[in-house]
């Protein structure tokens, strides 16, 4: 395509110019407990984060913890959660994470990664966020506005994984960043480089933008 890849101290730029851009960039999903945070993570999986908080106060408040969950009724589970895309299918997930989590975590949810993607349902990703959020555990989860973000800038090139671009990013971005680069990468994905019609005219790292559709959507 003829394009450049981006340098470690360029996409640092870039990274410094988004973090201007959305200096108070956060995760977006409601929850109050590690266990809340991570059925809300689970049911996020190509669905939008707002479309999930509609969701959860009410499932919440039916099952308040790992326990109740994980005897619930599936059925009445699918009830509080069918507006979500994919759901009978995470309505088994919560169900069956929450299972795990009594038998063999003591029902408190586990803070180490290795452990969080051995409960169904839960990827790299997913555990990625639950130890980020919850626990404070730096790292960086590749999502669909992480991924584009980091291949039209030019730091990946478009035919790696999403743990090509994770591993890239972390050898990239110092670590005591990662937490806060990753929401305002996601902000910035999802509300500036969006999938369509992104906002390449007015965009900070226009010059730095190793995409050549950029020129197309000025
Ligand atoms: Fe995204 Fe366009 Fe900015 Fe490149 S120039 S980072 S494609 S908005």
């Known amino acids: 395509m003829g394009r450049g890849m981006l340098s470690k101290?360029?996409?640092?730029?870039?990274?410094?110019?988004?973090?201007?851009?959305?200096?108070?960039?956060?995760?977006?999903?409601?929850?109050?407990?590690?266990?809340?945070?991570?059925?809300?993570?689970s049911l996020s999986a190509q669905t939008t984060d707002v479309g999930v908080n509609k969701a959860t106060p009410a499932l919440f408040a039916r099952y308040p913890e790992p326990e109740d969950l994980a005897q619930a009724d599936l059925t009445e589970v699918e009830s509080y959660i069918k507006t979500i895309g994919l759901y009978k299918t995470k309505a088994k997930h919560i169900?069956?994470?929450?299972?795990?989590?009594?038998?063999?975590?003591?029902?408190?949810?586990p803070q180490d990664k290795g452990e969080l993607v051995k409960l169904p349902g839960v990827g790299v990703k997913t555990a990625n966020v639950v130890a980020a959020e919850a626990f404070g555990v730096p790292?960086?989860?590749?999502?669909?506005?992480?991924d584009r973000v980091t291949k039209r800038l030019g730091l990946v090139a478009w035919n790696k994984t999403v743990g090509d671009v994770e591993a890239k990013l972390m050898r990239t971005i110092p670590k005591n960043r990662w937490i806060k680069a990753h929401h305002q990468l996601i902000f910035f994905g999802r509300y500036h480089c969006t999938a369509k019609k992104p906002k390449c005219a007015d965009c900070p790292v226009f010059d730095i933008c190793?995409?050549?559709?950029?020129?197309?959507?000025?």
Do not use: C
Request: aromatic share 10%; glycine share 8%; net charge negative.
């Open 9 to 41: 101290s360029k996409f640092l730029e870039a990274l410094d110019l988004i973090a201007a851009l959305f200096p108070d960039a956060h995760g977006e999903l409601n929850w109050d407990t590690p266990f809340h945070l991570l059925v809300a993570v």
């Open 210 to 218: 190793q995409w050549d559709g950029k020129y197309e959507a000025v």
């Open 95 to 109: 169900v069956a994470a929450s299972q795990m989590l009594v038998a063999r975590y003591g029902g408190e949810v």
């Open 139 to 146: 790292g960086i989860a590749v999502d669909t506005h992480v």
